[in-house]
């Protein structure tokens, strides 16, 4: 059985991909999880795996070129495999091509959680305790509903876009073995996704089994099946990797924490929230405003590393890190600096909500000049954070609370914060970063400053 | 000498369903075929031996017309007019092909054609004339098969004392009795017509069981009532010591531990067919063969030489007419650079038409054994069916073998009145990977044969309502 390669979507948003190097010849054997290609998707280059064992076949994209999500890319084979239908195939289906990235666009603009399997929740309750013999008497599983699955924005997305086409053993297979459907590519009628393409998709180790309860240990024990399972790696969690590893590495970085007093913020978070419900602004909104004004403020910091140049931004778009259960994203509040409180608190809310359901389209977490990241909410008193390059630097924020602190002499209660910035050291130097973070301690301890 | 987008050599089933597809997706279609377009299905096979057993079952109902208070006057069986019936049919259904032809503007060459090129024929018509031919995209070698004979055990085929289903076929009236080697659906079949025309049928099977493709307890359930209508059916059965007389052939018989000496007007050879890859040119191109002698293709149909391709029965198991047709419909859009959902053997259904009816998708008991997969097994009988009682065809059941932890149906086996028409809910289930419970999901109209299908398929899940 030929495996065919498809330009995948590498990342939550990617629509098309510029095919930049293949790193296999035509006749070259390869093993499934083996890096093809490399691709260059909205976000950055990726890789293109394997998802079968045998021979490159057949490569379908030339070097350079850009291709839509679902254009075949190449054909995997035995050696003696006749495969001209499968290449035929590519050449003459544009309708094919035209739909299929519109339909991957819809389908995984979906939450990851809210698979297309709708689950029972007896069916997730005592699944241990319940015989699979009886598992599958007493619960038929559920007609994919469509009302349930949110609207795909995607424009002129097919009609079918809420749901993955799946058939119901396929269904049952990926539930079984904790495979989002979304990941799998479908190779029946219109990219049905039957039993076999579970089969090699959970061959080829896309499968993401769901974590195991296992009892409480009760001494030391030697790690079996069940205490742990491995996940292969995401292709969120690789551009982490490569990225943040990227920036430890060749980025000379600089710590420097300042701690703020948030007397007047608190003052002013009560005062409005005295005004009303609707004008209630958290601590992080005050902070991030903070940080765009003194970033218009310090164009010096607000500033990217170019390899051969320093690109300093007049705009100020702030990337705020948001955790997410795929694992960091950074959406972008544009020009933040010139946003209302009440815009930015908004947006932040509406940014971080969308990034956790995976939502986020493109441009809204490309292209921000300076980021934050916030694990106040985490109880953590100072941390260094890992700039998201090519970036300047980046704001590490912990926890706000009541500290005893002196003040004139006498010993006072009051609401600190303590700030870490990560600075690169090819573009900051240490009195730069310091004349930032001072700025910053001006606005956030006299937050009139942000109106003024 | 013509010039064509694409040539089939022959217009069975495979043949002229891939030149009918062809001719629709533009491609200027031939079709070279000695004899009439339709091709062993419709002359020679399926549609005559059916039309037949619609007179055999008449004659079985009219016996129990009594019991349903219509009492006929005398019954009459007179198998050459059913026989002229059956002709009748098959040439309208020729003729309905020919029709099809016109209308997609296929060209039909009579005759019959050698392949002199991967992409060019030679036809020799039927005045002696030899016309060359050419394909500019693709041949398509459609020749089907034929009944091979067993002169291995002394049965050559003589057309009259021993005889193929062919000559069965245009019988002017049944044989007194008649010997029938090889029980397989061909061989069901017409001991079903034989005897419902009053022949002494003897059915003969080297393997265990009747219908040895079909799940055992089909082929049981069918010995069954062959048995009940006096049909000596012998199984595991060895044949030697024939003697063919001018109208009349002996043999001995041994099954089951015992030898009998049979004599019968005519032996019907059932066993077994063979591909047509003789004086087509083959071995001249290069085409390559199976170690079973069919002609080895590709996924896409494609001979080992490019540009030639291979459809039905000629191009290996199992010898089906849908099987064929389909092949027709993936090779024409292959041709025409479409890309087609590939065919899936696996999904082949089965179906003979002697009664009751036999009818089967996917995987017997017995190759789930094999496979050692984990299994359940939901069986409903039509003895407890509500439309069957009313008909008074309670013979057969539902059989759904389905996998054990995910309910997908391995296999699907009907024996009973219309089980040909039945089957066909659980090919679309299986194909399309429903599971058993897909199968229940279903509402089933009361009363119809059908719910034994969704009863058998909450069997399966230990959950049955009419048990």
């Known amino acids: 059985m030929a495996t065919k390669v498809f330009m995948e979507a590498l990342s939550p948003t990617m629509e098309e991909g510029r095919l930049v190097k293949w790193l296999k010849n035509e006749g070259d054997a390869v093993k499934s999880g083996e890096t093809l290609a490399e691709v260059e998707t909205d976000k950055a280059i990726m890789e293109l795996v394997a998802r079968g064992d045998g021979i490159l076949r057949k490569r379908l994209i030339n070097e350079g070129d850009t291709a839509p999500v679902g254009t075949l890319a190449g054909v995997i084979a035995t050696a003696d495999e006749n495969i001209d239908a499968l290449v035929a195939g590519a050449a003459g289906a544009p309708a094919a091509g035209a739909s299929a990235p519109a339909q991957v666009v819809a389908t995984t603009q979906e939450s990851a959680g809210a698979s297309s399997v709708p689950r029972r929740p007896e069916e997730s309750q005592g699944e241990a305790s319940t015989p699979p013999q009886q598992k599958v008497a007493d619960v038929p599983p559920a007609p994919p509903s469509r009302a349930a699955a949110p609207a795909a924005p995607a424009a002129g997305a097919p009609a079918a876009q809420g749901d993955v086409r799946s058939s119901p053993l396929a269904r049952r297979l990926a539930s079984e073995r904790g495979l989002d459907l979304h990941s799998v590519q479908g190779s029946g009628p219109n990219g049905r996704i039957i039993k076999r393409d579970i089969e090699a998709a959970a061959a080829a180790g896309a499968a993401a089994p769901r974590a195991a309860v296992s009892a409480a240990p009760s001494g030391p024990v030697i790690p079996r099946e069940g205490d742990f399972h491995d996940e292969p790696l995401s292709q969120i969690r690789k551009t982490i990797a490569r990225r943040l590893g990227e920036s430890i590495g060749p980025i000379p970085t600089f710590y420097l924490t300042a701690e703020y007093d948030l007397t007047r913020v608190m003052e002013m978070r009560k005062a409005m929230a005295e005004l009303g419900d609707q004008f209630k602004v958290s601590v992080n909104d005050v902070l991030l405003k903070a940080t765009a004004v003194a970033l218009s403020q310090h164009p010096e910091v607000n500033a990217h590393w170019l390899g051969d140049r320093i690109r300093y931004h007049n705009r100020v778009h702030l990337g705020m890190a948001v955790a997410t259960d795929d694992g960091l994203i950074v959406p972008v509040i544009w020009d933040a600096d010139r946003k209302r409180m009440s815009d930015i608190s908004r947006e932040a809310k509406e940014l971080a909500k969308r990034a956790r359901e995976r939502k986020l389209r493109p441009e809204e977490f490309t292209g921000s000049t300076f980021s934050v990241s916030n694990l106040g909410m985490f109880g953590i008193d100072q941390f260094t954070a890992i700039i998201n390059p090519p970036e300047a630097g980046i704001l590490a924020i912990g926890t706000s609370e009541e500290k005893l602190v002196v003040v004139n002499g006498e010993p006072v209660v009051r609401n600190r914060v303590r700030v870490t910035m990560s600075c690169d050291h090819r573009i900051i130097d240490g009195a730069v970063g310091a004349k930032f973070l001072q700025t910053l301690r001006r606005l956030i301890e006299n937050p009139l400053m942000l109106v003024y | ?467």
């Open chain 2, 1 to 467: 000498m013509a010039s064509f987008d694409v040539i089939f050599i022959g217009g069975g089933p495979a043949g002229y369903v891939g030149a009918i597809r062809a001719a629709q997706l533009g491609l200027n279609v031939a079709v070279v075929e000695r004899e009439g377009l339709g091709g062993t299905c419709v002359i020679w096979g399926c549609i005559p031996a059916k039309a037949l057993l619609e007179a055999a079952y008449i004659a079985e109902k009219l016996r129990k017309a009594p019991e349903f208070g219509v009492t006929p006057g005398e019954v009459k069986l007179d198998f050459g007019v059913a026989m002229k019936r059956s002709r009748a049919v098959s040439t309208q259904n020729s003729k309905g092909v020919e029709f099809l032809f016109k209308k997609n503007k296929i060209t039909w060459i009579k005759g019959t054609a050698k392949l002199t090129g991967k992409n060019s024929v030679s036809v020799k018509t039927a005045d002696g004339k030899e016309e060359k031919h050419d394909a500019k995209k693709a041949v398509v070698i459609s020749t089907g098969s034929r009944v091979k004979g067993l002169p291995q055990i002394g049965l050559e085929v003589n057309k009259k004392t021993v005889i193929t289903s062919d000559e069965a076929l245009i019988l002017e009236k049944a044989p007194k009795s008649i010997v029938i080697v090889g029980a397989g659906a061909v061989g069901c079949e017409f001991a079903d017509v034989f005897s419902a025309f009053g022949s002494q049928v003897t059915l003969v099977e080297v393997m265990p069981n009747i219908l040895p493709v079909e799940d055992a307890d089909c082929s049981k359930e069918v010995e069954r009532a062959f048995k009940k209508r006096k049909i000596d059916v012998l199984t595991g059965a060895k044949i030697s010591n024939v003697k063919v007389g001018k109208d009349a052939v002996s043999m001995t018989i041994e099954a089951g531990g015992e030898k009998k000496d049979v004599k019968a007007d005519v032996v019907l050879v059932a066993a077994g067919r063979a591909p047509n890859i003789e004086e087509i040119g083959l071995k001249e191109q290069g085409v390559q063969l199976t170690d079973r002698g069919f002609i080895k293709i590709s996924e896409t149909m494609e001979t080992s030489v490019k540009g030639l391709y291979a459809i039905g029965d000629v191009a290996g198991p199992p010898m089906l007419a849908h099987k064929g047709e389909r092949e027709g419909v993936v090779v024409a859009e292959v041709i025409a650079g479409k890309h087609p959902h590939l065919f899936d053997y696996t999904n082949v259904p089965g179906a003979t038409y002697c009664h009751p009816e036999v009818a089967s998708v996917g995987l017997t008991e017995q190759q789930c054994k094999d496979r050692k997969l984990d299994y359940k097994v939901g069986r409903f009988n039509f003895s407890a069916n509500g439309r069957a009682r009313t008909s008074g065809e309670t013979e057969g059941f539902v059989k759904i073998i389905r996998g054990a932890k995910y309910g997908e149906i391995l296999g699907a086996h009907i024996v009973g009145s219309h089980a040909t028409e039945l089957i066909h809910e659980l090919i679309v289930a299986r194909t399309n990977e429903y599971t058993v419970e897909e199968v229940d999901l279903a509402i089933h109209a009361h009363p119809t044969l059908s719910e034994a299908i969704a009863e058998a398929a909450l069997d399966s899940l230990g959950k049955m309502i009419h048990a």
